[in-house]
């Protein structure tokens, strides 16, 4: 059984930055492949960003070039950085953790409004 949680969301004006966190336990975290989704209101839920345990990271070009995703093994922790934030980039935001299934947090809201 692995454990993730996500923190790090919140209200930020468009153009402005968050950086989001999720921490997963297990002392083979670096074998974990791990992305970020997000889900808006009435909208499926979506991969933003992707890490392979081998350290290669892909984005969606929907955030290309603005979201930065970035993992800590000794922290057990990867990140979101989101700059450039725009309305559309409002929803609520998952890690998921691959390790022979799914795992998945609780969610953090970012909403992008002025």
């Known amino acids: 059984q692995v454990q993730v949680a996500e923190s790090g969301g919140g209200l930020v004006q468009p153009g402005g930055s968050l950086r989001l966190s999720c921490t997963a336990s297990g002392s083979i975290f670096s074998r974990y492949h791990i992305s970020w989704y997000r889900q808006a209101p009435g909208k499926q839920r979506e991969e933003v960003a992707v890490v392979s345990n081998g350290g290669i990271i892909t984005y969606a070009d929907s955030v290309k070039g603005r979201f930065t995703m970035s993992r800590d093994n000794a922290k057990n922790t990867v990140y979101l950085q989101m700059n450039a934030l725009k309305p559309e980039d409002t929803a609520v935001y998952y890690c998921?953790?691959?390790?022979?299934?799914?795992?998945w947090g609780q969610g953090t809201q970012v909403t992008v409004s002025s």
């Open positions: 998921n953790v691959q390790w022979g299934r799914a795992y």
